[in-house]
Protein backbone atom coordinates (compact mmCIF):
# COMPACT_ATOMS: atom_id res chain seq x y z
CA UNK A 1 0.00 0.00 0.00
CA UNK A 2 2.68 2.33 0.93
CA UNK A 3 4.82 1.57 -1.86
CA UNK A 4 1.82 2.61 -4.09
CA UNK A 5 0.98 5.46 -2.76
CA UNK A 6 5.00 6.75 -2.32
CA UNK A 7 5.83 5.62 -5.97
CA UNK A 8 2.88 5.37 -8.26
CA UNK A 9 0.14 7.60 -7.30
CA UNK A 10 -1.90 9.63 -4.41
CA UNK A 11 -4.25 11.70 -3.82
CA UNK A 12 -2.21 14.69 -5.47
CA UNK A 13 -1.51 12.47 -9.21
CA UNK A 14 -2.89 14.05 -11.85
CA UNK A 15 -6.25 11.86 -12.84
CA UNK A 16 -4.56 11.05 -15.71
CA UNK A 17 -2.54 9.40 -13.58
CA UNK A 18 -4.03 7.87 -11.45
CA UNK A 19 -6.74 6.22 -14.29
CA UNK A 20 -3.62 4.63 -16.05
CA UNK A 21 -2.17 3.02 -12.22
CA UNK A 22 -5.33 2.39 -11.32
CA UNK A 23 -5.92 0.00 -14.74
CA UNK A 24 -3.07 -1.35 -14.45
CA UNK A 25 -3.10 -2.37 -10.77
CA UNK A 26 -6.79 -3.79 -11.54
CA UNK A 27 -6.15 -5.76 -15.34
CA UNK A 28 -2.17 -6.83 -14.13
CA UNK A 29 -2.37 -7.06 -9.96
CA UNK A 30 -5.74 -9.09 -10.34
CA UNK A 31 -4.51 -11.00 -13.56
CA UNK A 32 -1.84 -12.59 -11.55
CA UNK A 33 -3.73 -12.67 -8.34
CA UNK A 34 -6.53 -14.72 -10.47
CA UNK A 35 -3.73 -17.02 -12.11
CA UNK A 36 -2.57 -17.59 -8.71
CA UNK A 37 -6.50 -18.29 -6.83
CA UNK A 38 -7.18 -20.52 -9.96
CA UNK A 39 -3.73 -22.71 -9.65
CA UNK A 40 -4.20 -23.50 -5.91
CA UNK A 41 -8.14 -24.09 -6.51
CA UNK A 42 -6.96 -26.68 -9.12
CA UNK A 43 -4.50 -28.09 -6.40
CA UNK A 44 -6.46 -28.60 -3.53
CA UNK A 45 -9.71 -29.70 -5.19
CA UNK A 46 -7.94 -32.34 -7.31
CA UNK A 47 -9.88 -30.68 -10.95
CA UNK A 48 -8.99 -31.16 -13.82
CA UNK A 49 -7.57 -28.02 -15.77
CA UNK A 50 -9.75 -28.81 -18.93
CA UNK A 51 -12.44 -27.61 -17.27
CA UNK A 52 -11.03 -24.26 -17.77
CA UNK A 53 -11.60 -24.94 -21.60
CA UNK A 54 -15.29 -24.50 -20.43
CA UNK A 55 -17.14 -23.57 -17.32
CA UNK A 56 -20.22 -24.23 -18.51
CA UNK A 57 -20.36 -27.99 -19.29
CA UNK A 58 -19.68 -28.27 -15.33
CA UNK A 59 -21.65 -31.06 -13.99
CA UNK A 60 -20.55 -32.63 -10.81
CA UNK A 61 -20.95 -31.26 -6.86
CA UNK A 62 -17.28 -30.54 -7.09
CA UNK A 63 -16.66 -28.97 -10.38
CA UNK A 64 -20.15 -26.62 -9.29
CA UNK A 65 -18.18 -25.62 -5.98
CA UNK A 66 -14.98 -24.85 -8.12
CA UNK A 67 -17.02 -22.66 -10.66
CA UNK A 68 -18.69 -20.42 -7.68
CA UNK A 69 -15.18 -20.66 -5.92
CA UNK A 70 -13.83 -19.14 -9.19
CA UNK A 71 -16.58 -16.37 -9.38
CA UNK A 72 -15.93 -15.13 -6.00
CA UNK A 73 -12.26 -15.22 -6.54
CA UNK A 74 -12.68 -13.31 -9.67
CA UNK A 75 -14.62 -10.99 -7.83
CA UNK A 76 -12.20 -10.32 -4.79
CA UNK A 77 -9.07 -10.02 -7.16
CA UNK A 78 -10.29 -7.94 -10.15
CA UNK A 79 -12.60 -5.45 -8.07
CA UNK A 80 -12.63 -5.57 -3.75
CA UNK A 81 -9.24 -6.06 -3.34
CA UNK A 82 -7.56 -3.56 -6.45
CA UNK A 83 -10.27 -1.10 -5.56
CA UNK A 84 -9.00 -0.98 -2.03
CA UNK A 85 -5.65 -0.42 -2.76
CA UNK A 86 -6.42 2.06 -5.18
CA UNK A 87 -8.82 3.92 -2.70
CA UNK A 88 -5.97 3.68 0.24
CA UNK A 89 -3.67 5.41 -1.73
CA UNK A 90 -5.64 8.02 -3.85
CA UNK A 91 -7.64 9.28 -0.58
CA UNK A 92 -6.08 11.75 1.48
CA UNK A 93 -6.69 10.29 4.59
CA UNK A 94 -6.56 6.53 3.24
CA UNK A 95 -9.42 3.89 3.62
CA UNK A 96 -10.18 5.50 7.53
CA UNK A 97 -10.74 9.08 5.68
CA UNK A 98 -12.92 7.31 3.37
CA UNK A 99 -15.36 9.95 2.25
CA UNK A 100 -17.72 8.41 -0.08
CA UNK A 101 -17.51 5.54 2.40
CA UNK A 102 -18.96 6.88 5.04
CA UNK A 103 -21.93 5.38 6.65
CA UNK A 104 -25.45 6.35 4.35
CA UNK A 105 -28.80 7.74 5.75
CA UNK A 106 -32.17 6.03 6.26
CA UNK A 107 -33.57 8.51 3.86
CA UNK A 108 -30.97 7.82 0.69
CA UNK A 109 -30.96 3.89 1.23
CA UNK A 110 -34.84 4.01 1.20
CA UNK A 111 -34.67 5.90 -2.28
CA UNK A 112 -31.76 3.73 -3.64
CA UNK A 113 -34.01 0.70 -2.58
CA UNK A 114 -36.95 2.31 -4.72
CA UNK A 115 -34.66 3.25 -7.48
CA UNK A 116 -33.68 -0.45 -7.72
CA UNK A 117 -37.03 -1.94 -7.81
CA UNK A 118 -38.60 0.67 -10.25
CA UNK A 119 -35.25 -0.22 -12.39
CA UNK A 120 -36.25 -3.89 -12.73
CA UNK A 121 -39.42 -3.39 -15.54
CA UNK A 122 -37.23 -0.83 -17.36
CA UNK A 123 -33.79 -3.23 -17.17
CA UNK A 124 -36.74 -5.83 -18.39
CA UNK A 125 -37.51 -4.09 -21.74
CA UNK A 126 -34.35 -2.36 -22.63
CA UNK A 127 -33.40 -6.26 -22.23
CA UNK A 128 -36.45 -7.64 -24.88
CA UNK A 129 -35.67 -4.36 -27.25
CA UNK A 130 -31.71 -5.07 -27.06
CA UNK A 131 -32.45 -8.69 -27.78
CA UNK A 132 -34.38 -7.71 -30.97
CA UNK A 133 -31.07 -6.44 -32.46
CA UNK A 134 -30.10 -8.98 -35.02
CA UNK A 135 -26.38 -8.87 -36.60
CA UNK A 136 -26.11 -10.14 -40.28
CA UNK A 137 -24.15 -9.85 -43.67
CA UNK A 138 -20.60 -8.54 -42.75
CA UNK A 139 -21.15 -9.07 -38.84
CA UNK A 140 -22.98 -13.10 -39.33
CA UNK A 141 -19.50 -13.68 -37.42
CA UNK A 142 -19.66 -11.78 -34.91
CA UNK A 143 -23.93 -12.61 -34.28
CA UNK A 144 -22.71 -16.74 -34.22
CA UNK A 145 -19.78 -15.41 -30.91
CA UNK A 146 -22.75 -13.38 -29.21
CA UNK A 147 -25.21 -15.66 -29.32
CA UNK A 148 -22.81 -18.83 -28.58
CA UNK A 149 -21.16 -16.33 -25.14
CA UNK A 150 -25.21 -15.62 -24.17
CA UNK A 151 -25.66 -19.46 -24.31
CA UNK A 152 -22.65 -20.14 -22.05
CA UNK A 153 -23.29 -17.28 -19.86
CA UNK A 154 -26.80 -18.75 -19.51
CA UNK A 155 -26.17 -22.40 -18.80
CA UNK A 156 -23.25 -21.03 -16.25
CA UNK A 157 -26.06 -19.24 -14.36
CA UNK A 158 -28.47 -21.95 -14.55
CA UNK A 159 -25.59 -24.13 -12.82
CA UNK A 160 -24.70 -21.87 -9.86
CA UNK A 161 -28.62 -21.66 -9.20
CA UNK A 162 -29.47 -25.13 -9.68
CA UNK A 163 -28.85 -26.17 -6.06
CA UNK A 164 -31.72 -26.91 -3.61
CA UNK A 165 -31.62 -25.63 -0.41
CA UNK A 166 -31.08 -22.51 2.09
CA UNK A 167 -27.59 -22.82 2.12
CA UNK A 168 -27.28 -23.28 -1.76
CA UNK A 169 -29.75 -20.01 -1.95
CA UNK A 170 -26.89 -17.79 0.50
CA UNK A 171 -23.84 -19.33 -1.68
CA UNK A 172 -25.21 -18.12 -4.72
CA UNK A 173 -26.68 -14.87 -2.91
CA UNK A 174 -23.24 -13.95 -2.21
CA UNK A 175 -21.25 -14.99 -5.65
CA UNK A 176 -23.95 -13.30 -7.70
CA UNK A 177 -25.43 -10.02 -5.90
CA UNK A 178 -22.81 -9.54 -2.80
CA UNK A 179 -19.87 -9.21 -4.17
CA UNK A 180 -20.39 -8.35 -7.08
CA UNK A 181 -22.21 -5.37 -6.02
CA UNK A 182 -19.64 -4.26 -3.61
CA UNK A 183 -16.48 -5.03 -6.04
CA UNK A 184 -18.25 -3.67 -8.89
CA UNK A 185 -19.48 -0.54 -7.17
CA UNK A 186 -16.26 0.30 -5.47
CA UNK A 187 -14.28 0.08 -8.63
CA UNK A 188 -16.77 1.51 -10.99
CA UNK A 189 -18.25 4.10 -9.02
CA UNK A 190 -15.90 4.81 -6.26
CA UNK A 191 -12.69 4.83 -8.43
CA UNK A 192 -13.04 5.05 -12.05
CA UNK A 193 -16.30 7.27 -12.07
CA UNK A 194 -14.71 9.63 -9.58
CA UNK A 195 -11.47 9.55 -11.36
CA UNK A 196 -13.28 10.47 -14.68
CA UNK A 197 -14.90 13.27 -13.19
CA UNK A 198 -11.70 14.79 -12.15
CA UNK A 199 -10.23 14.32 -15.82
CA UNK A 200 -13.46 15.55 -17.76
CA UNK A 201 -14.20 17.99 -15.35
CA UNK A 202 -18.19 16.76 -16.03
CA UNK A 203 -19.81 14.79 -13.77
CA UNK A 204 -22.31 13.73 -16.48
CA UNK A 205 -19.86 12.69 -18.74
CA UNK A 206 -18.19 10.40 -15.93
CA UNK A 207 -21.50 9.07 -15.10
CA UNK A 208 -22.01 7.71 -18.72
CA UNK A 209 -18.34 7.01 -19.73
CA UNK A 210 -18.05 5.24 -16.99
CA UNK A 211 -21.56 3.06 -17.14
CA UNK A 212 -20.37 2.39 -20.84
CA UNK A 213 -17.29 0.36 -19.59
CA UNK A 214 -19.37 -0.76 -16.90
CA UNK A 215 -21.88 -2.57 -19.10
CA UNK A 216 -19.15 -3.67 -21.81
CA UNK A 217 -17.09 -5.31 -19.23
CA UNK A 218 -19.66 -7.98 -18.89
CA UNK A 219 -19.07 -8.89 -22.55
CA UNK A 220 -22.88 -9.64 -22.58
CA UNK A 221 -23.83 -7.86 -25.59
CA UNK A 222 -27.78 -8.84 -25.38
CA UNK A 223 -27.46 -7.24 -22.00
CA UNK A 224 -25.34 -3.77 -22.95
CA UNK A 225 -28.57 -1.62 -22.76
CA UNK A 226 -30.09 -3.00 -19.40
CA UNK A 227 -26.50 -2.90 -17.78
CA UNK A 228 -26.05 0.77 -19.69
CA UNK A 229 -29.31 2.28 -17.87
CA UNK A 230 -28.13 0.11 -14.17
CA UNK A 231 -24.61 1.92 -14.52
CA UNK A 232 -26.26 5.39 -15.89
CA UNK A 233 -28.58 5.08 -12.50
CA UNK A 234 -25.83 3.95 -10.37
CA UNK A 235 -23.85 6.68 -11.73
CA UNK A 236 -26.31 9.20 -10.55
CA UNK A 237 -26.94 7.94 -6.83
CA UNK A 238 -22.92 8.29 -6.28
CA UNK A 239 -22.96 11.60 -8.33
CA UNK A 240 -26.08 13.75 -6.40
CA UNK A 241 -24.97 11.40 -2.91
CA UNK A 242 -21.60 11.00 -2.92
CA UNK A 243 -21.58 8.33 -1.18
CA UNK A 244 -20.62 4.64 -2.50
CA UNK A 245 -23.43 2.34 -0.42
CA UNK A 246 -25.87 3.96 -2.11
CA UNK A 247 -25.26 2.51 -5.18
CA UNK A 248 -24.25 -0.77 -3.87
CA UNK A 249 -27.24 -1.16 -2.47
CA UNK A 250 -29.61 -0.72 -5.30
CA UNK A 251 -26.71 -3.06 -7.58
CA UNK A 252 -27.53 -5.53 -4.41
CA UNK A 253 -31.23 -5.69 -4.63
CA UNK A 254 -31.34 -5.45 -8.75
CA UNK A 255 -28.90 -8.72 -8.72
CA UNK A 256 -30.73 -10.41 -5.67
CA UNK A 257 -34.20 -10.55 -6.98
CA UNK A 258 -32.86 -12.44 -9.78
CA UNK A 259 -31.49 -15.22 -7.44
CA UNK A 260 -34.67 -15.21 -6.07
CA UNK A 261 -37.00 -15.34 -8.76
CA UNK A 262 -34.60 -18.19 -10.21
CA UNK A 263 -34.52 -19.92 -6.40
CA UNK A 264 -38.46 -19.85 -5.96
CA UNK A 265 -38.76 -20.98 -9.15
CA UNK A 266 -36.06 -23.55 -9.11
CA UNK A 267 -38.27 -25.00 -6.03
CA UNK A 268 -41.93 -24.49 -8.06
CA UNK A 269 -42.94 -21.74 -5.99
CA UNK A 270 -44.22 -20.06 -8.62
CA UNK A 271 -45.11 -20.90 -12.06
CA UNK A 272 -45.59 -19.41 -15.50
CA UNK A 273 -48.60 -18.62 -14.87
CA UNK A 274 -47.27 -16.71 -11.54
CA UNK A 275 -45.00 -14.31 -13.78
CA UNK A 276 -46.15 -10.98 -14.68
CA UNK A 277 -46.32 -11.10 -18.34
CA UNK A 278 -47.32 -7.28 -19.90
CA UNK A 279 -49.42 -7.29 -22.35
CA UNK A 280 -47.83 -3.75 -23.53
CA UNK A 281 -44.34 -3.87 -23.30
CA UNK A 282 -43.52 -0.08 -23.78
CA UNK A 283 -46.63 0.79 -21.29
CA UNK A 284 -45.83 -1.47 -18.80
CA UNK A 285 -42.46 0.05 -18.22
CA UNK A 286 -43.48 3.80 -19.08
CA UNK A 287 -45.10 3.93 -15.09
CA UNK A 288 -41.82 2.07 -13.21
CA UNK A 289 -39.86 4.96 -15.47
CA UNK A 290 -41.94 7.51 -14.46
CA UNK A 291 -41.48 6.86 -10.48
CA UNK A 292 -37.94 6.25 -10.91
CA UNK A 293 -37.02 9.61 -12.30
CA UNK A 294 -39.52 10.76 -8.94
CA UNK A 295 -37.23 9.06 -7.06
CA UNK A 296 -33.84 10.42 -8.60
CA UNK A 297 -35.63 13.85 -8.74
CA UNK A 298 -35.97 13.42 -4.46
CA UNK A 299 -32.74 11.53 -4.31
CA UNK A 300 -31.02 14.49 -6.09
CA UNK A 301 -32.87 17.41 -3.66
CA UNK A 302 -31.76 14.62 -0.72
CA UNK A 303 -28.47 15.58 -0.92
CA UNK A 304 -26.66 19.08 -1.41
CA UNK A 305 -24.70 18.13 -4.42
CA UNK A 306 -22.64 15.33 -3.66
CA UNK A 307 -19.01 14.80 -2.27
CA UNK A 308 -16.53 17.74 -3.27
CA UNK A 309 -13.94 15.14 -3.04
CA UNK A 310 -15.71 13.20 -6.03
CA UNK A 311 -14.23 16.21 -8.31
CA UNK A 312 -17.32 16.28 -10.24
CA UNK A 313 -19.21 18.97 -11.65
CA UNK A 314 -23.05 18.02 -10.46
CA UNK A 315 -24.62 21.14 -11.79
Known amino acids: MQFIRDRLIDHSSSP ?6 SLLIVAGGGGILMMAATTAGLWVSGIEPAILEDLSMSATVQEKAFLMYLLAMQELVFFIIPS ?3 LSAIEPGGLRGCSPCRAPGLQGLILAVLASLMLLPVTWFLGRLNSEVVLSGIFSGASEWI ?3 EE ?3 TVFDLIMSGSGFVSFLTSLLVIAILPALGEELLFRGVIQRILGRLSRSGH ?4 ITAVLFSAVHLQFLGFLPRLALGA ?4 MFLWSGNIWLPVAAHFINNAVSVAGEFLRGQDAVTAEDVWT ?3 ELLSAALPMGLLILVLVLMKRAYSGGSEDSGMDIK
Open 278 to 280: PGS
Open 152 to 154: IIG
Open 84 to 86: LVI
Open 205 to 208: AAVW
Open 16 to 21: ARQLFV
Open 233 to 236: VFGY
Open 147 to 149: NEK
